[in-house]
């Protein structure tokens, strides 16, 4: 069995995962043929795609160069079907292309979504569950952008397609992962979708509010402050109003309503949304209680908690910024994250 490999690489290999050809110009050969596959493309037309600057003879004769090499990379192989006028790809079991898997899993989760959507089918629940593992079948598949590095006009149009519809099948993704309680799953979609999109905003809001379900709101402020730096950095803009009352709305966020007397001491479990107890920190937890009830008299006073890397020091600060915030204290948080930018 053969693979070719277009998606973030332009390899072919065979089962071994012995390498037959990298060639550039033999793998984009191949990649048109893949996008148009089982439709015979006529050889003056390839001729011209590829060598635009040549002669009609010397194109020709550069595409008779190029086939010779794909038969002896692809000895036998009944996928690449080749006429005195034309070539073809057809899909075959013995070759194995990531564009092809790509494209027919992305089809059937599209369709099984859009049939959800409608109502059409009967058992809607059935229709989002394969909807959903068609989804992450072709998103497993997609390795990258089509053929890295290549320039052809054909190619940059088939490569913003493919991108745009894996971005659609992440969101697909991130939609329908919660409904499973998948929340992590749904967080990987779309983290994955930023990546590919990194200045579309839609995708740090969608990662923000996963973030907000699963508990962490810190890290979904820090996906605001990261996607207010690449916004700076690469448009000059600041994020858009929406954007911003998604974090207000985050950040405002508090279960409990009774208000306690500035003297109660610090509570051992976090407010809000439920976690588990604090264990220990016993003598610190009351460093802090005395400083809060000495500080909420009118008194200034700072306290600085220090310590290693992931000894604790924010699960402690949270609970007396909870139990500050239930007192209507007026809190100011700030938080450090790099960037190559100016703040």
């Known amino acids: 069995m053969l693979h070719v490999a277009l998606l973030g690489e332009q390899v072919i290999t065979d089962a071994a ?79 194995v292309v990531d564009v092809r898997t790509f494209q027919r899993a992305s089809e059937r989760a599209l369709a099984a979504a859009a049939g959800e959507d409608s109502g059409a089918s009967a058992a809607g629940g059935a229709s989002g569950e394969h909807a959903l593992s068609y989804a992450t079948a072709a998103v497993a598949a997609y390795g990258g952008e089509l053929l890295p590095g290549g320039y052809y006009d054909w190619l940059l149009a088939a490569r913003a397609e493919l991108e745009d519809r894996c971005v659609a099948l992440l969101d697909l993704i991130a939609r329908t992962r919660p409904r499973t309680s998948d929340l992590s799953a749904a967080v990987n979609s779309a983290k994955r979708r930023i990546a590919l999109r990194p200045l579309e905003e839609v995708g740090y809001r969608t990662l923000m509010e996963l973030q907000a379900e699963l508990g962490e709101r810190a890290s979904a402020v820090s996906t605001y402050h990261h996607c207010a730096s690449v916004l700076e950095r690469e448009l000059g803009v600041e994020p858009d109003p929406i954007t911003r009352a998604l974090l207000t709305r985050l950040l405002k966020q508090t279960a409990p309503t009774e208000v306690p007397q500035p003297s109660a001491p610090i509570a051992t479990a976090r407010f809000g949304r439920p976690a588990a107890r604090l264990i220990g920190r016993s003598a610190e937890l009351e460093a802090l209680s005395r400083s809060w009830q000495v500080a909420v008299t009118g008194l200034p006073r700072l306290a600085l908690v220090r310590g290693d890397a992931g000894v604790g020091k924010t699960r402690l600060v949270s609970e007396l910024v909870e139990v500050a915030r239930l007192s209507q204290a007026v809190l100011a948080t700030a938080q450090c994250f790099g960037t190559s930018g100016r703040l």
Do not use: I, M, Y
């Open 17 to 95: 995962g012995v390498v037959r050809t990298r060639a550039p110009r033999a793998v984009a050969l191949v990649a048109f043929l893949v996008l148009h596959a089982g439709v015979p493309q006529s050889r003056q037309r390839l001729a011209t795609l590829f060598w635009p600057d040549s002669s009609d003879a010397q194109a020709l004769t550069n595409l008779r160069r190029e086939l010779h090499h794909l038969r002896s990379v692809l000895p036998g192989e009944a996928a690449l079907v080749v006429t005195g006028k034309d070539l073809c790809w057809q899909d075959t079991d013995s070759c």
